[in-house]
């Protein structure tokens, strides 16, 4: 399943400090807390994401079972590997358009 830019911006956030304050979220998002937590809430249901009631969000990769931690990680590279092609597809659109005004001058 390929996740919302938003949701990807707060896992890949989250992945890389290991937890987060959903305050700090909702900061980082410029929303408010109660809409921050309806984005973690959304990544708790998909199984990414657990937060505990300080709601402190953290990445959900227990499993005694090494096949799918794999599965877990893989999941969310690429998702972000999806974000990424898509931006790098925005920004060669962008590109072309540029290089057609230019021709046209």
Same mark, same amino acid.
């Given at each position: 399943?390929?996740?919302?830019? /938003? @949701? $990807?911006?707060?896992? #890949?956030?989250?992945? #890389?400090? *290991? +937890?987060?304050?959903?305050?700090? &979220? %909702?900061?980082?998002?410029?929303?408010?807390?109660?809409?921050?937590? *309806? !984005?973690?809430? =959304?990544?708790?249901?998909? *199984? !990414?994401? =657990?937060?505990? =009631? #300080? *709601? &402190?969000?953290?990445?959900?990769?227990?499993?005694?079972?090494?096949? $799918?931690? @794999?599965?877990?990680?893989? =999941? &969310?590279?690429?998702?972000?590997? %999806?974000?990424?092609?898509?931006?790098?597809?925005?920004? /060669? +659109?962008?590109?072309?358009?540029?290089?057609?005004? $230019?021709?046209? /001058?």
């Amino acid at each position: 399943m390929e996740l919302t830019p /938003r @949701l $990807q911006d707060i896992l #890949n956030m989250v992945k #890389n400090k *290991g +937890e987060m304050d959903l305050r700090e &979220i %909702a900061l980082f998002l410029k929303v408010s807390p109660k809409t921050a937590k *309806g !984005y973690v809430r =959304e990544l708790v249901r998909l *199984g !990414y994401m =657990e937060m505990d =009631e #300080n *709601g &402190i969000v953290r990445l959900v990769v227990k499993s005694e079972d090494p096949v $799918q931690k @794999l599965t877990k990680l893989m =999941e &969310i590279h690429e998702s972000e590997i %999806a974000m990424l092609k898509k931006s790098l597809e925005e920004v /060669r +659109e962008e590109l072309m358009k540029l290089k057609r005004k $230019q021709k046209e /001058r």
